[in-house]
């Protein structure tokens, strides 16, 4: 399997925007998840390729948004209204059926939010 990608972390002040893409092929769900040094990694958002589902966390309903584009093999993160707690590695992994686990991830990329 060809490793995901992701792109587009940076630092930001709190109330601002990012997004966050992450290339991949060959999958049934993506899904994107952040860590911090001492925590578990926790999940953000996830969506089908095909069709219409998709999820996020209570943590980020209404502020993050998951999206695709299928031309592209491209899922995007958009993130607004970020808060301090938004800081970490973020990831994107794939899943090849609804039934397996994430198996395969990117590298991360970090997303900072200062004050």
């Known amino acids: 399997q060809v490793q995901p990608v992701e792109s587009g972390g940076g630092w930001v002040q709190a109330g601002g925007s990012l997004r966050l893409s992450c290339t991949a092929s060959?999958?049934?769900?993506l899904g994107w998840f952040r860590q911090v040094p001492g925590k578990e990694r926790e999940f953000v958002a996830a969506i089908r390729w095909r069709g219409s589902p998709k999820y996020h966390a209570d943590s980020v309903k209404g502020r993050f948004t998951i999206s695709k584009d299928h031309a592209k093999n491209t899922v995007f993160l958009t993130m607004n209204a970020l808060k301090l707690d938004d800081t970490g590695v973020y990831y994107c992994?794939?899943?090849?059926?609804?039934?397996?686990?994430?198996?395969?991830w990117g590298q991360g990329t970090q997303v900072t939010v200062s004050s």
């Open positions: 992994a794939t899943k090849e059926s609804q039934t397996t686990t994430w198996g395969n």
């Open positions: 060959d999958f049934f769900e």
